[in-house]
């Protein structure tokens, strides 16, 4: 059996229905293949700033090095220009390799300067902690690595860092010159949501 709307509130369906069309289509502006998202509906608040100061290690040296050179200098230079190494650089709460891992820096760094060394950083910090686990921000910059500080960029990130911006500082803690391995030590400074 069907039942009869009555016609009074057939007519308040009606207009519900067509200012809701209008309310959608306000909101989020089709454009076929792309449209227009509610920031409040995707979880995007309010942007926070965190900061969190980490440990690099880059082991070049001894059996089980994380930062492994894969190109060889051009033409023997001196400032190391055209190597490049790839990381998997433990990264840990304090400055000793035995204290807490919260995650890995993987990527490369390579000689990118002809005069003095001037590194180009590409790199993924995974963090591998608790909450943090699987979740990535992407430091992408230049490092010359006799600076007292050495800012570089946060262009990104994944998991908690989605929409992730910002910029590191990296202070060298420790270097051994004959073996060449080095703990930096990495302020960084994040908005995200
Ligand atoms: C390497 O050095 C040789 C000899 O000095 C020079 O002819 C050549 O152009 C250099 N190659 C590069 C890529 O700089
Ligand atoms: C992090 O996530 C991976 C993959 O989901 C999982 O195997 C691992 O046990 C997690 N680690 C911690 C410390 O929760």
């Not at 502006?29 to 227009?36: M, Q, S, V």
């Not at 090095?65 to 433990?90: E, Q």
Request: charged share 20%; proline share 4%.
């Amino acid at each position: 059996m069907v039942r009869l709307i009555s016609p009074i509130l057939a007519t308040q369906f009606t207009i519900f229905f067509i200012f809701s069309f209008f309310a959608i289509n306000l909101v989020v502006g089709d454009d076929g293949f792309a449209r227009t998202m509610d920031k409040k509906l995707f979880g995007m608040k309010k942007e926070k700033l965190s900061h969190f100061r980490l440990y690099w290690h880059d082991i070049v040296s001894g059996r089980n090095p994380s930062s492994v050179a894969v190109t060889a200098p051009v033409n023997n230079s001196l400032t190391g220009f055209g190597m490049i190494r790839m990381i998997d650089n433990p990264l840990t709460m304090g400055p000793e390799l035995s204290s807490k891992m919260v995650g890995k820096a993987q990527g490369f760094y390579s000689f990118a300067s002809q005069e003095g060394i001037g590194l180009l950083m590409a790199m993924n910090f995974a963090f591998m902690d608790e909450k943090y686990n699987g979740s990535t921000i992407t430091i992408v910059g230049r490092e010359l690595v006799f600076s007292e500080v050495r800012e570089m960029p946060v262009v990104g990130g994944s998991g908690l860092f989605r929409f992730g911006r910002g910029y590191v500082q990296a202070r060298t803690h420790w270097f051994d010159p004959s073996t060449k391995d080095a703990i930096v030590r990495y302020d960084c400074y994040v908005l995200h949501y």
